[in-house]
């Protein structure tokens, strides 16, 4: 399954992209920014944690475009269940990187991006098994409405914004869980085309 690694970049895409989604939580677990809100009259508030979930995502949805196609047909090896391993390694372990962050720094935000991490990868995949190129912009889009719209007022997310909760509310742990593995299931059922 060399040309398999190879062909899906691991060294040269997804390992860098964990290292940097590791290091980014380590060092921007805290930060945040106050963002003008589109729905609401008052402001909310945007962590850097939200948005480093998009690392993991981005550089996921970027090695599993890319086709070996020839030696995918040829392959006596589950080419799908490759994927699916790949998909929960990388997603479980980058969020395992933001649980210790959480742990090490006692930072919700680096809770809450363990989580997200889970739910926007899952996203990526359903968004990827309807459309390939709608794999990268679902979680990007999704981590901006939530954003700009997601809050009632300032800290009070509405129940959609899953992405906004706090870190220890076990419902919507439960639904990213739930679209976690759907999107697993999803990947295992998508065929792909190659990449240009």
Request: aromatic share 10%; with cysteine; net charge positive.
């Amino acid at each position: 399954m060399i040309w398999w690694w190879k062909g899906r970049r691991i060294t040269e895409v997804v390992l860098p992209g964990l290292l940097a989604f590791t290091l980014l939580a380590a060092i921007a677990h805290g930060e945040s920014v106050a963002l003008p809100g589109l729905v609401t009259p008052g402001g909310s508030l945007l962590f850097l944690m939200h948005l480093t979930p998009l690392i993991v995502t981005g550089t996921l949805a970027h090695s599993l475009a890319q086709r070996l196609p020839e030696a995918e047909h040829l392959s006596v090896r589950p080419v799908p269940l490759c994927d699916m391993a790949l998909a929960f390694f990388t997603a479980t372990a980058s969020a395992s990187a933001a649980g210790i962050v959480g742990m090490v720094a006692d930072s919700s935000t680096a809770f809450e991006a363990a989580r997200n991490t889970l739910f926007l990868t899952g996203l990526m995949l359903l968004a990827g098994a309807v459309h390939p190129q709608a794999a990268t912009v679902a979680p990007v889009a999704w981590v901006f409405i939530a954003a700009f719209a997601g809050y009632r007022d300032f800290r009070r997310p509405w129940p959609w914004a899953v992405t906004l909760h706090p870190a220890g509310y076990l419902p919507t742990f439960l639904f990213c869980l739930v679209v976690f593995l759907g999107g697993l299931i999803a990947l295992r059922h998508t065929r792909r085309r190659p990449t240009s």
